[in-house]
């Protein structure tokens, strides 16, 4: 097999018209995801070509060719058209990740409405704060989920259908309406709603410091991006067998688990379970998985499982490996050379980037530790935190920035402008994260530039969780902050203060992170709750968590005397 071009090669006249010149994509034509993804791949002679094969934790199996791709989303679209969804309504697909989540969220698109996909683990509270923002016209979701979107069904009132994909018999409430797939008269053809490049895809909600979570507006021109980096970066070549950890209801698993691997025309396995290092190696070895993006998290919990767990498995299939989500620790680089024979690339991009934007090349060397150098076309630097100039000293600490303007940068926040605004300073958009650059231009990653918590790869907000507790009966006030964990990298940590009259017990502690599980969901229970007599405030009487962050992590806490002015 050829090696890897070079970085230099690379980005030698660099031009993202490459991905549209491979997509056949003319500026000003219609683009559409769904179609991108599944008609197209068909017309370029691999309509029978293995598109998804998909299992789940009890051994069930699924095989999906591009066809089938093709026809099943058609299939979906033109259902939601003949339910009366117009273009540019949002449909959320609240789903595990069966079948119907991918081939969904290709339908979605092919008939011009927004896909919201949100991570079915959610409770009815992280549900109802998105669909409530996004004013989601449907939703679909499995019998298992719909007591959620049941409890907050009347204060919804633009939420005209609950769409069940496995309802069989079972007795359907107003609005809801069943959609089997796989039983559904096959539509072989649809004609696919031509948006066009800033056309509305997808909308993903992303946790910040403030507020609510925040819509992240992506369009259809996006495609441009995912479909390169897919196949630079995730070294995509047209035998492989991919796999995907990530959920569909984060962006890796829309941008890098459907767009990128499905415009390349990539066979792509998808594995509905949780962590189980056995089951994952048998996974691989079974399918014969050639490329594996998958999360530091997973890969330290991987590592504690050893090595001779790894030898018991044929995993030669195994070509190249990238990570994504949080800091990919150096021994976790080392150990995956030794033991898979290639290093996990680490790989760095966010929700509003869309794709991965700095990154270690399959044709660069790894340092372990660094997240590599920014994908070609894409400016990237660090900036002074105050003047927000460009620090242009190699191992100085400043804001990973980059310059907007590429493909799947999102075009704003849903009914959030002041928001989006906030992200750009001095023309440049900035990450919210530090890191600094060596000599050869690798970033090296320090740290989130916000309160944002980061537990194993998934960013939860500390307002959410602390306007959770406050629904608590014996909470007066808190604040939710990240602490260190061994695999997970942080895990929430809630203060808590107590109403007059509770007195601090384990019990109540247990009923505190109980209810934040079901309301938000496991990712955002805090995993220890401390009660405390008084929260730091700044004069104004704002919480600092910041001062508590630092105690978590003994790190000094610094000048306080600007936080305590505010
Ligand atoms: C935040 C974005 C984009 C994929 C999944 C998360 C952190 C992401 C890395 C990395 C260190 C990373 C950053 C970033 N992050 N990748 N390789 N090294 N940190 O998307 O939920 O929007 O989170 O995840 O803090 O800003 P997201």
């Known amino acids: 097999m050829s090696d890897p071009p070079s970085y230099e090669e690379l980005s030698a006249n660099f031009s993202w018209s ?10 000003g034509d219609p683009i559409n995801i769904g179609w991108m993804c599944s008609d197209r791949i068909c017309r370029m002679g691999l309509a029978n070509k293995l598109a998804l094969h998909w299992e789940d934790y009890q051994g069930n199996e699924k095989q999906f060719t591009f066809d089938d791709l093709r026809v099943l ?6 259902f939601l058209s003949e339910l009366g969804i117009r273009p540019g309504e949002r449909v959320c697909l609240f789903m595990d990740r069966v079948p119907e989540l991918y081939i969904g969220f290709l339908g979605v698109l092919k008939m011009g409405g927004v896909v919201q996909p949100l991570f079915s683990a959610f409770g009815d509270e992280s ?9 989601t016209s449907a939703i679909v979701t499995q019998k298992k989920h719909v007591h959620k979107v049941r409890k907050i069904r009347e204060h919804l009132p633009n939420l005209r259908y609950i769409i069940l994909v496995d309802a069989g018999e079972s ?3 107003q609005s809801e309406v069943s959609f089997p797939m796989d039983q559904a008269r096959r539509i072989e053809d649809f004609a696919v709603y031509p948006t066009t490049a800033e056309s509305p895809s997808v909308l993903h909600y992303t946790s910040g410091t403030t507020g609510q979570p925040k819509g992240a507006q992506h369009v259809h021109y996006s495609v441009i991006s995912q479909y390169l980096t897919a ?15 990530a959920d569909p209801g984060w962006v890796t698993g829309t941008s890098y688990g459907i767009i990128g691997p499905w415009s390349n025309g990539i066979t792509q396995v998808v594995f509905d379970s949780g962590f189980n290092a056995e089951r994952w190696y048998e996974f691989i070895e079974k399918h014969r998985v050639t490329v594996w993006y998958s999360a530091p998290t997973a890969i330290r919990l991987l590592m504690k499982e050893g090595t001779e767990i790894v030898q018991r498995h044929d995993l030669s299939s195994l070509r190249h490996l990238a990570s994504v989500g949080e800091p990919l620790n150096a021994e976790a680089v080392v150990w995956s050379q030794k033991v898979f024979g290639t290093p996990f690339h680490d790989t760095f991009w966010q929700t509003e980037t869309g794709c991965i934007v700095i990154t270690n090349l399959p044709g660069m060397p790894v340092k372990p530790g660094s997240m590599g150098k920014a994908f070609p076309g894409i400016t990237a630097t660090v900036l002074h935190p105050k003047t927000y100039e460009a620090v242009n000293q190699t191992g100085i600490a400043g804001l990973i920035a980059l310059r907007p303007g590429w493909p799947s940068q999102i075009r704003g926040y849903w009914n959030n402008e002041a928001g989006f605004k906030a992200k750009f300073k001095n023309g440049w958009y900035l990450c919210g994260d530090r890191a600094s650059i060596d000599a050869d231009g690798y970033f090296w990653f320090m740290g989130r530039d916000d309160d944002v918590i980061n537990t194993g790869g998934h960013l939860v907000g500390p307002f959410e969780i602390e306007s959770a507790l406050l629904e608590h009966h014996a909470v007066a006030e808190s604040a939710a902050v990240a602490k260190p964990d061994p695999v997970n990298m942080e895990v929430v940590k809630a203060f808590v203060t107590l109403k007059r009259g509770y007195d601090p017990s384990g019990d109540l502690e247990l009923e505190i992170m109980n209810h934040i599980r079901k309301r938000l969901s496991p990712l955002a229970m805090p995993q220890e709750i401390e009660f405390v007599d008084c929260l730091p405030k700044t004069r104004s009487g704002k919480i600092v968590r910041r001062i508590l962050r630092c105690k978590e992590f003994h790190e000094p806490v610094g000048d306080l005397s600007t936080i305590m002015d505010d």
């Open 18 to 27: 490459i991905a549209e010149q491979e997509l056949g994509h003319q500026p």
């Open 231 to 245: 196949k630079w970066v995730l070294d995509l070549r047209p035998d492989d067998v991919y796999w995907c950890n």
């Open 73 to 78: 989303s058609n299939t979906i679209a033109h």
């Open 127 to 135: 549900l109802f704060v998105r669909l409530q923002d996004a004013n």
């Open 171 to 173: 007795p359907l409430q």
